[in-house]
């Protein structure tokens, strides 16, 4: 079983609709979530941090399920913009001090249609 | 400032021969992270330095790879007798220090395509 897993998609959604996205990891020790954001044949971004009360900026809102360990994005009034893959990562619980390495899902495939 | 940056963008070799990707992070950045990601998947991570270090290579998929960074700035990936399989963007990041809440920033990639 995958240490992160999404739903790759694609998410293909009307022009100011709202998407959610969900994404379960294994480790229950993990330690920090967040969502990135990647587009086509470009470096993933940093979107947002999640944390166990939920979190929003703007549009979107990013909320933790600790006990069913699993993550969720929602875009508000999506914007022909917001077309992307948004990746779910997760730092798990400390094998070597120090090491944040971040642990990929696959990424689920959003477009935005006119 | 600048970014990450990551030298070639692309890379086109044949199997067997020996390759090297290069990556300079943000300055003042003491973490350096080597991912890799295949088309469709997420970045898989392969190797983090803190400073001049290896601190886990635990990512490296086999003998064949290997990565330095002996001023604890600009990092170099090699690849030996490459395969097919290597095909994909080999992503660098770096990170103020190695702590969670220190963004990691992530630079274009490199391509590479084994013929």
């Known amino acids: 079983r995958k240490e992160v897993e999404q739903d790759p998609g694609p998410f293909n959604v009307p022009e100011g609709a709202t998407v959610a996205f969900n994404c379960t990891y294994s480790?229950?020790?993990?330690?920090?979530f967040f969502w990135y954001r990647q587009d086509c044949r470009k470096e993933p971004k940093l979107l947002m941090s999640?944390?166990?009360s939920g979190n929003e900026d703007g549009r979107f809102t990013a909320q933790l399920n600790r006990a069913s360990q699993y993550i969720s994005l929602l875009i508000r009034d999506s914007k022909l913009s917001d077309s992307a893959t948004y990746l779910c990562?997760?730092?798990?619980?400390?094998?070597?001090?120090?090491?944040?390495?971040?642990?990929f899902g696959t990424g689920t495939r959003l477009t935005i249609i006119p | 400032g600048a970014g990450v940056s990551q030298t070639p963008s692309n890379k086109v070799t044949e199997k067997g021969k020996y390759v090297e990707l290069r990556c300079d992070p943000i300055?003042?950045?003491?973490?350096l992270y080597w991912y890799r990601q295949s088309l469709g998947q997420g970045p898989e991570f392969l190797i983090y330095?803190?400073?001049?270090?290896?601190?886990?290579d635990s990512g490296l998929p086999n003998d064949r790879f290997f990565a330095v960074r002996p001023e604890g700035s600009v990092s170099t990936l090699k690849i030996q007798r490459t395969e097919r399989g290597d095909s994909a963007v080999y992503l660098c990041?770096?990170?103020?220090?190695?702590?969670?809440?220190?963004?990691?920033?992530f630079g274009p990639g490199t391509r590479l395509t084994v013929l």
């Open positions: 330095f803190q400073g001049t270090g290896a601190a886990d």
């Open positions: 300055s003042g950045h003491t973490a």
């Open positions: 480790n229950s020790a993990s330690q920090s």
């Open positions: 990041a770096s990170s103020l220090t190695a702590a969670g809440r220190n963004e990691q920033f």
């Open positions: 999640v944390y166990s």
């Open positions: 990562v997760v730092i798990s619980a400390r094998i070597n001090f120090g090491n944040e390495k971040l642990t």
